[in-house]
C-alpha cells in the first residue's frame, strides 16, 4: 500500500514539472493560432500537442498496455496543465489588437516608412509674412496642397530646412517660415516675397529723384548726408542720399512732391557732404493732423518760408530757433503748434512774410 502511495505521488509531482513545461508550450501555440485564424485552438489538439513535444506518445501507448498508477497520474495533470494552456492562450489572444497583412508585412520589412511626406496646407492657410512684401495669390495657389518626399531617417530639422531651400530656389520665394511637428505635419507656413530695392526706403508721399550732378564728393555713399545747390541758386538743404553712381554723378534723393517741383529739370552744380549728426540731437516726433507721426524735417519748412519771400539765410535762422525750443518739448509736437513756433520767428523777422504764411493753409505746410 505503501509503494502505491509513493508512485502516485511521484507520479503527480512528474505530471506538475511537465506540466509547467506544457503549460507555456501551448499557451503560445494558442495565441499564436487565435491571432492569425481567429479560432479558439481546439483541447484536444492542445493535449496531443502537448503530450507529443514533452514525449509522453511512447510512454502513452506503454501506459495503455500497462497501466500504472503513477504514469496515470502523471497524464492526468499534464493534461490538465494543457487544457489550461489553451484556454489561457486563447483569452490572451483575444486582447492583442488585430493588424492586417499589409501592416505585418511592413513590421518584417523595417518598421518605418522609407521616405517622410511634408504636405503644404491649401492656398487659404499660407499665411503672408509681416512686415515682408507679399507673393502673389497664383504663387499660393501654385503652392497650394503640394507634398515632398524626404528621406524619412534624416532628422526634423534637416526636413524644414530642405522644404525651404526648395520653395525659396525652384519658386523664386524671399523667405519662408515653416514649422512641422514631430510627424513631419506642417503647423504654420507662411512666406513673403523677395525684398525690393529702393521701394521699402521710400515713405508714402515721397518719391525718389535722380539729380544730375557737376562735382560729387569722392567715397559718397547711401546714407551720407549731403547738402545740393542748385543751378538755380536754390539748395536742398541737409539731405539722406539713397543711391550713388559715380561714373555718371547722379545722386538718388528721397523727397516730398514739393520739393520735386523745385528740382525738376534742374542739376547740381555742387554737392557738399556734412558731418553725421546722432539721431537724438536733430530728430523730432511731429504729429500730422491725420495722427500720423514723422521726423521733423528742416527742408519742409525751408521751403515754406521761401514760397512767402523769407530769404535762404534767413529762413535757416528761423529753423534754427524753432529747432531749439522744440526740443525742450515733450514729443510728439502737434504741426499747429509747429506752425505756430514759426510765424511767431518770422513775424520778428518779416512781418509781411509772417501775414502770408499765417493765410497758408496748414496742409499745404506738410511738415508743419
Given at each position: 500500500?505503501?509503494?502505491?502511495?509513493?508512485?502516485?505521488l511521484?507520479?503527480?509531482?512528474?505530471?506538475?514539472?511537465?506540466?509547467?513545461?506544457?503549460?507555456?508550450?501551448?499557451?503560445?501555440?494558442?495565441?499564436?493560432?487565435?491571432?492569425?485564424?481567429?479560432?479558439?485552438?481546439?483541447?484536444?489538439?492542445?493535449?496531443?500537442?502537448?503530450?507529443?513535444?514533452?514525449?509522453?506518445?511512447g510512454?502513452?501507448?506503454?501506459?495503455?498496455?500497462?497501466?500504472?498508477?503513477?504514469?496515470?497520474?502523471?497524464?492526468?495533470?499534464?493534461?490538465i496543465?494543457?487544457?489550461?494552456?489553451?484556454?489561457?492562450?486563447?483569452?490572451?489572444?483575444?486582447?492583442?489588437?488585430?493588424?492586417?497583412?499589409?501592416?505585418?508585412?511592413?513590421?518584417?520589412?523595417?518598421?518605418?516608412?522609407?521616405?517622410?511626406?511634408?504636405?503644404?496646407?491649401?492656398?487659404?492657410?499660407?499665411?503672408?509674412?509681416?512686415?515682408?512684401?507679399?507673393?502673389?495669390?497664383?504663387?499660393?495657389?501654385?503652392?497650394?496642397?503640394?507634398?515632398?518626399?524626404?528621406?524619412?531617417?534624416?532628422?526634423?530639422?534637416?526636413?524644414?530646412?530642405?522644404?525651404?531651400?526648395?520653395?525659396?530656389?525652384?519658386?523664386?520665394?524671399?523667405?519662408?517660415?515653416?514649422?512641422?511637428?514631430?510627424?513631419?505635419?506642417?503647423?504654420?507656413?507662411?512666406?513673403?516675397?523677395?525684398?525690393?530695392g529702393?521701394?521699402?526706403?521710400?515713405?508714402?508721399?515721397?518719391v525718389?529723384?535722380?539729380?544730375?550732378?557737376?562735382?560729387?564728393?569722392?567715397?559718397?555713399?547711401?546714407?551720407?548726408?549731403?547738402?545740393?545747390?542748385?543751378?538755380?541758386?536754390?539748395?536742398?538743404?541737409?539731405?539722406?542720399?539713397?543711391?550713388?553712381?559715380?561714373?555718371?554723378?547722379?545722386?538718388?534723393?528721397?523727397?516730398?512732391?514739393?520739393l520735386?517741383?523745385?528740382?525738376?529739370?534742374?542739376?547740381?552744380?555742387?554737392?557738399?557732404?556734412?558731418?553725421?549728426?546722432?539721431?537724438?540731437?536733430?530728430?523730432?516726433?511731429?504729429?500730422?493732423?491725420?495722427?500720423?507721426?514723422?521726423?521733423?524735417?528742416?527742408?519742409?519748412?525751408?521751403?515754406?518760408?521761401?514760397?512767402?519771400?523769407?530769404?535762404?539765410?534767413?529762413?535757416?535762422?528761423?529753423?534754427?530757433?524753432?529747432?531749439?525750443?522744440?526740443?525742450?518739448?515733450?514729443?510728439?509736437?502737434?504741426?499747429?503748434?509747429?506752425?505756430?513756433?514759426?510765424?511767431?520767428?518770422?513775424?520778428?523777422?518779416?512781418?509781411?512774410?509772417?501775414?502770408?504764411?499765417?493765410?497758408r493753409?496748414?496742409?499745404?505746410?506738410?511738415?508743419?
Open positions: 500500500m505503501s509503494a502505491l502511495i509513493v508512485e502516485s511521484y507520479g503527480f509531482l512528474r505530471g506538475l514539472i511537465f506540466g509547467t513545461i506544457g503549460f507555456f508550450t501551448v499557451m503560445l501555440l494558442s495565441i499564436v493560432y487565435r491571432y492569425f485564424t481567429n479560432e479558439r485552438l481546439s483541447s484536444f489538439i492542445g493535449i496531443l500537442f502537448g503530450l507529443g513535444f514533452l514525449g509522453f506518445s510512454g502513452l501507448l506503454a501506459i495503455l498496455d500497462q497501466p500504472t498508477l503513477g504514469g496515470a497520474m502523471e497524464i492526468v495533470a499534464v493534461s496543465f494543457i487544457v489550461w494552456g489553451v484556454n489561457t492562450g486563447d483569452k490572451i489572444a483575444e486582447k492583442i489588437p488585430k493588424k492586417s497583412p499589409g501592416s505585418i508585412l511592413d513590421g518584417f520589412r523595417g518598421g518605418k516608412p522609407a521616405y517622410s511626406t511634408v504636405k503644404l496646407p491649401s492656398s487659404l492657410l499660407i499665411y503672408d509674412i509681416v512686415g515682408k512684401p507679399r507673393v502673389p495669390d497664383s504663387l499660393k495657389a501654385e503652392l497650394s496642397d503640394r507634398e515632398f518626399n524626404l528621406p524619412a531617417d534624416i532628422p526634423l530639422e534637416d526636413i524644414t530646412n530642405r522644404v525651404k531651400r526648395r520653395l525659396i530656389t525652384d519658386w523664386g520665394i524671399g523667405n519662408v517660415e515653416l514649422e512641422l511637428d514631430q510627424e513631419a505635419k506642417v503647423i504654420h507656413f507662411a512666406i513673403s516675397a523677395k525684398e525690393r529702393l521701394s521699402p526706403l521710400i515713405p508714402e508721399g515721397s525718389a529723384v535722380p539729380i544730375e550732378c557737376r562735382v560729387i564728393p569722392s567715397n559718397l555713399a547711401s546714407g551720407d548726408f549731403v547738402k545740393i545747390f542748385l543751378e538755380n541758386n536754390e539748395a536742398i538743404e541737409r539731405i539722406e542720399v539713397k543711391g550713388v553712381n559715380e561714373e555718371l554723378k547722379v545722386l538718388t534723393i528721397v523727397a516730398d512732391l514739393g520735386l517741383e523745385m528740382i525738376r529739370g534742374k542739376k547740381s552744380s555742387l554737392v557738399v557732404a556734412l558731418p553725421y549728426v546722432e539721431p537724438t540731437q536733430s530728430v523730432i516726433s511731429v504729429e500730422q493732423k491725420t495722427g500720423e507721426i514723422e521726423d521733423f524735417k528742416l527742408q519742409k519748412i525751408i521751403t515754406s518760408m521761401k514760397k512767402v519771400g523769407v530769404s535762404d539765410e534767413l529762413a535757416k535762422k528761423i529753423v534754427t530757433k524753432v529747432q531749439a525750443k522744440l526740443c525742450k518739448m515733450d514729443p510728439p509736437i502737434s504741426t499747429r503748434l509747429i506752425k505756430a513756433a514759426v510765424i511767431e520767428e518770422v513775424e520778428n523777422e518779416n512781418p509781411e512774410a509772417a501775414k502770408k504764411l499765417r493765410k493753409k496748414l496742409w499745404e505746410l506738410k511738415s508743419f
